[in-house]
């Protein structure tokens, strides 16, 4: 009897724990699921759905394996399975609807039809830390080059309120860091191929 009390009080400091755990979670950590979606989203703005599809992103947990008899683990595994969908409930989507993301977005948008013919000349490329760069200026037209550079500095000025306004928005300034960084990997991701972009080291590729 006595056994079974101290199972039962070990139970609930667990699941105490947890909740603990789980609430820390919500408040702490970055969404992100919910900022390559809202990355996605942005970027087929501004491009028009032009670039490659989004890569497939399975979200299969992996099942705490339950033991015959382990009464703690497979309740801790149930409480686990009733704790995370709630937490990535609260963190759906991130909030990319105010008027400065719009305004932004609208900007970005207008502007890629000028610059896409750079992209696919491979003049321009998409750098490692989510902005644009002049690659090769051999590749732009002695007349065109001012015009280019002020095409490039003007996108990036938009690209970086872009990330500040999202993290703002969202009540989080200190996530402006990690949009950044989602919105680099996304925009290579989904760059149409030939374009050049960056990877993690700073070597330029061609998708």
Known sequence: MRSAAYRFGSLLCLASCLVVAACVTINVYFPAAAAEKAADKIIDDIWGGEGAPPAKNDDKRSALPERSGDVLLAAAHS?????????????????????????????????????????????????????????????????ERNSVRKLVADENADRANLYREIANANGHPEWEMDIRTTFAERWSSKAAAGWYYQDKSGAWKQK
């Open 79 to 143: 409480v686990l399975n009733l704790l995370v969908p709630t937490a990535e409930a609260a963190q759906a989507d991130l909030n990319v609807s105010t008027p400065a993301v719009r305004q932004l977005t609208q900007s970005m948008e207008e502007r890629h039809a000028r610059l896409k013919k750079y992209y696919d000349s491979g003049a321009v490329g998409l750098t490692s830390d989510g902005l644009v760069e002049i690659r090769d200026q051999n590749l732009v037209p002695l007349p």
